[in-house]
Every structure is written in structure tokens, then in C-alpha cells.
């Protein structure tokens, strides 16, 4: 790593300027759902940091920092975070006290794309360990610059609801997070909205389970025995941690319409991104 030619100050100064950069790499996710991992992965590579040493340390830091901010975005009123199990709900009457059914729609959506995480995270975690990853950021990168199209195009029209999608959503993201490290947000809260979710639901919804999906890719770092270096995700964490109550209330302040604009054309942004960064 060039870091480790460099005097213990000038080391200090960089891992301050990580946690600065973290912060508005969080403030930008936790606002628009989309931009933590996506952005912030290729700039610690460019700073002569390896991927083994980047990429669990931001899946650690988004495990702890998405939970955060879910619970941030509940509290202002930006999405309904109820797990209490619906006792009204037809699946719960019928399996009785094995049946469970969160009672707000926003939680059902969180629970469905984090169970789906499980497995797209493993199977990414054995890919990113064995396979070169080209023509999957390319695919990923063209999905997204399409959901942030499709966003702008259909933004005045009402999107039907779809569990089919989201569980698809749910699996494609995840996968993609834990092989790269990025990506999850603009697919997952793009994608919501093309379902039918709310564009503010669907933020804090993201963050929910995307600290799931990034738990799963951290323990499944440890279960296959990669050698992954956590000296970065302290700094991390803190920087990202104090941006997210500024995110939920900025989220809160945005009116719904314009927000859905945003979302649209950050999702554009970073599928060109995306496809820049695999092409160049």
C-alpha cells in the first residue's frame, strides 16, 4: 500500500480526511439512498488503498451507519418502521404464533430485500474472492443509468406496487454490495420507486436493509477466511455517523415531488458513473 511509505503524520492526516470524506459520502446516502459505497470505494482505491482493505471496512461501517440512519428516517417521520407482528394480517390468523407480518407496508418491504440480502451477499463475497468483476459492473452500471431514466420518465405517474420486483431488486443489490462494495442504494431505492414505494419511504427502507445486506458481507468476510484489514472502518464509521441526523431532517424538508426529481437524477449519475469507472 503507498500509505505505508509515507511518515505516521502525513498517515494521520489522510485517515482525518477519510473520515471527512465519509461523512459527505453518508450525508449523500442516507439522503438520496444511493452514493456511500458507490463513490467512496474508488476513491480510497485511488488513495493507495488495497480492495481487501476497503471493502469490508465500508460494508462494517454501512452495517452500523444504515441502521442508524433507518432509525433516524423513522423517528422524523420520513418512513414507518413498525415490526410488531400484525395480529389482523391473514398469514398471522392462519399459522398462529409461528405466523409473522410486520404491521407498516414500508417494514414488510425492509424484511423481504433484507432476507433476500442472505444469499446475494454470500454468493458475491465467493465471486469478488475467485472471479474478476468487469462485466458485472458494466451490467450494473447500465441497470442503474436505466431504473435513474425510467425514475425521470415516469415520475409523474403512478407506479404500481410489485413483490415480485422487489425481491428481485433485493437479490441483484445485494449481490452487487457485496462483491464491490457499492451500488445497493441506487438499485434498491430506484427501484422501489419504479414498484410503487414512496421516493421518501423508500430511503429510509434502503438504509434498513442495506445494513442487513452489509452485516451479512462482513460476517461472510470472516467465514471464508479473507484476509481483510479493518484499520479504516473506525474512521469510517464516525465520519459517516454524524451525517446522518442532518440527512433525515434534509430528507423531511424536501418536498415529495422535487425529491423523486433528485433521486432520478442521481441514480443518471452514478449508472454514468459506474459505466466510466469500469470502461476507463
Known amino acids: ?32 439512498g444511493m452514493g456511500y ?40 417521520g420520513n418512513v414507518t418502521l413498525d415490526f410488531r407482528n400484525d395480529a389482523e394480517h391473514e398469514m398471522v390468523k392462519r399459522l398462529g404464533a409461528l405466523g409473522y ?39 450494473i452500471g447500465i441497470i442503474v443509468l436505466s431504473m435513474g431514466v425510467l425514475i425521470l420518465a415516469k415520475r409523474n405517474t403512478e407506479c404500481s406496487f410489485s413483490w415480485n420486483k422487489i425481491v428481485g431488486l433485493g437479490a441483484l443489490a ?17 427501484g422501489q420507486i419504479l414498484c410503487g414505494v414512496k421516493s421518501k419511504s423508500s430511503v429510509g427502507i434502503t438504509s434498513f436493509a442495506e445494513s442487513f445486506t452489509c452485516l451479512v458481507g462482513v460476517t461472510a468476510y470472516f467465514v471464508f477466511g479473507a484476509q481483510a484489514d479493518w484499520n479504516l472502518a473506525p474512521y469510517l464509521v464516525v465520519g459517516a455517523l454524524m ?14 415531488e422535487k425529491f423523486t426529481l433528485v433521486i432520478g437524477l442521481a441514480t443518471v449519475i452514478l449508472g454514468l458513473f459506474t459505466l466510466w469507472k469500469t470502461l476507463a
Open 1 to 32: 500500500m503507498l500509505l505505508d511509505l509515507i511518515d505516521p503524520t502525513t498517515v494521520q492526516l489522510a485517515l482525518l480526511w477519510v473520515l471527512v470524506v465519509a461523512f459527505f459520502a453518508e450525508y449523500i446516502d442516507s439522503t438520496l
Open 37 to 76: 459505497g458507490t463513490t467512496l470505494t474508488p476513491i480510497l482505491l485511488l488513495a493507495g488503498y488495497s480492495p481487501l482493505q476497503v471493502v469490508p471496512a465500508i460494508l462494517l461501517s454501512e452495517f452500523i451507519t444504515g441502521l442508524s440512519a433507518a432509525i433516524m428516517h423513522h423517528r422524523v
Open 101 to 139: 407480518m410486520p404491521k407498516s407496508i414500508d417494514s414488510r418491504v425492509a424484511l423481504v430485500l433484507a432476507l433476500c440480502s442472505f444469499v446475494g451477499a454470500v454468493v458475491a463475497v465467493v465471486v469478488a474472492i475467485n472471479l474478476p468483476k468487469f462485466y458485472l459492473k458494466l451490467i
Open 174 to 190: 445485494s449481490f452487487n454490495k457485496g462483491l464491490s462494495g457499492g451500488g445497493y442504494g441506487p438499485l434498491v431505492t430506484s
Open 243 to 256: 451525517s446522518v441526523p442532518l440527512s433525515a431532517y434534509s430528507v423531511k424538508r424536501i418536498n415529495a
